[in-house]
């Protein structure tokens, strides 16, 4: 006789704190986006409905320069970030395995455990030497922070789809005399492709929303739109933050929907 099929869902108590848990999550999301529709001045008190704010937010031109700088360091951290990934992933899965390989895998994601505001920090001392030494306050500090923290999240897609792929494709593509760039250039990188683009995805939206690492490495008048919004609710809060938020919100989801359907598995 065969035994019953464990299940936690039949738990009691799982559905009422399932439920806790999703209103806890995104209650608080629904409200921003309700009240980014407020006509009223408070963002606590509704006055109506009215897409004024979003007016105002895009013909904001501190936003729309914070927005610009965003994207402009987002892009360069996702293509910088990815890059270095895809040549970490194919390092360490496309051979045999290494003594120390262990120990590259924690290095590479060492950025995701240590808290974010210590590599902010480490960056603020090690960029603030640097900026001493050459004079040099540009953007480049930025971008460069963004794409070294950014390695371990466009890594991992990368790698977990390098581990799905049967390796016996590029040996037989050798086998029939292709050299190892163009084993790589036809076979490898166009299956390869969907988790490069999920990764890229991932690191250019890390890369936007920060906030922490952005702060501590950027100099004046480098304001991006996370460090811009933080700067306006410190002086006044207004719905127009919150059609900002929703705005880059609806921005993210969308990204994270196209990360989901690029990295899920064929059924």
């Given at each position: 006789?065969a035994?019953?099929?464990f299940?936690?869902?039949?738990?009691?108590?799982?559905?009422?704190?399932?439920?806790?848990?999703?209103?806890?999550?995104?209650?608080?999301?629904?409200?921003?986006v309700?009240?980014?529709?407020?006509a009223?001045?408070?963002?606590a008190?509704w006055?109506?409905?009215?897409?004024?704010?979003?007016?105002?937010?895009?013909?904001?031109?501190?936003?729309?320069?914070?927005?610009?700088?965003?994207?402009?360091?987002?892009?360069?951290a996702?293509?910088?970030?990815?890059?270095?990934?895809?040549m970490?992933?194919?390092?360490?899965?496309?051979?045999?395995?290494f003594?120390?390989?262990?120990?590259?895998?924690?290095?590479?994601?060492?950025?995701?455990m240590?808290?974010?505001?210590v590599?902010?920090?480490?960056l603020?001392?090690?960029?603030?030497?640097?900026?001493?030494?050459?004079?040099y306050?540009?953007?480049?500090?930025?971008?460069?922070?963004?794409?070294?923290f950014?390695?371990?999240?466009?890594?991992?897609?990368i790698?977990?789809r390098?581990?799905?792929?049967?390796?016996?494709?590029?040996?037989?593509?050798?086998?029939?005399?292709?050299?190892a760039?163009?084993?790589?250039?036809?076979?490898?990188?166009?299956?390869?492709?969907?988790?490069?683009?999920?990764?890229a995805m991932?690191?250019?939206v890390?890369?936007?929303?920060?906030?922490?690492?952005?702060?501590?490495?950027?100099?004046?008048g480098?304001?991006?739109?996370?460090?811009y919004?933080?700067?306006?609710?410190r002086?006044?809060?207004?719905?127009?933050?919150?059609?900002?938020?929703?705005?880059?919100?609806?921005?993210?989801?969308?990204?994270?929907?196209?990360?989901?359907?690029?990295t899920?598995k064929?059924?």
């Amino acid at each position: 006789m065969a035994k019953p099929s464990f299940s936690v869902s039949a738990l009691p108590g799982f559905a009422t704190t399932a439920i806790l848990v999703f209103v806890a999550l995104y209650l608080p999301i629904f409200t921003l986006v309700a009240y980014s529709f407020n006509a009223s001045q408070s963002v606590a008190v509704w006055g109506g409905f009215s897409l004024d704010w979003y007016g105002k937010a895009w013909a904001n031109d501190a936003v729309k320069a914070a927005t610009v700088r965003s994207l402009l360091i987002a892009v360069s951290a996702a293509v910088i970030s990815t890059a270095l990934a895809t040549m970490a992933a194919l390092g360490t899965t496309r051979r045999k395995a290494f003594k120390g390989q262990t120990f590259i895998y924690v290095m590479i994601n060492q950025p995701l455990m240590v808290p974010e505001i210590v590599t902010a920090v480490a960056l603020l001392i090690f960029f603030g030497m640097i900026k001493k030494a050459t004079g040099y306050q540009g953007l480049g500090y930025v971008i460069a922070a963004h794409s070294a923290f950014c390695i371990p999240f466009a890594y991992l897609p990368i790698r977990a789809r390098l581990e799905g792929m049967d390796i016996s494709l590029e040996t037989a593509a050798q086998d029939l005399y292709a050299s190892a760039w163009q084993s790589f250039r036809y076979v490898t990188l166009p299956i390869l492709a969907p988790g490069v683009a999920a990764g890229a995805m991932l690191a250019f939206v890390i890369s936007l929303d920060d906030v922490v690492i952005t702060e501590f490495v950027k100099s004046g008048g480098q304001d991006t739109l996370p460090t811009y919004m933080l700067g306006q609710m410190r002086r006044q809060l207004t719905p127009e933050v919150n059609a900002i938020s929703s705005m880059l919100l609806a921005l993210t989801v969308a990204l994270l929907t196209a990360f989901f359907f690029l990295t899920r598995k064929d059924e």
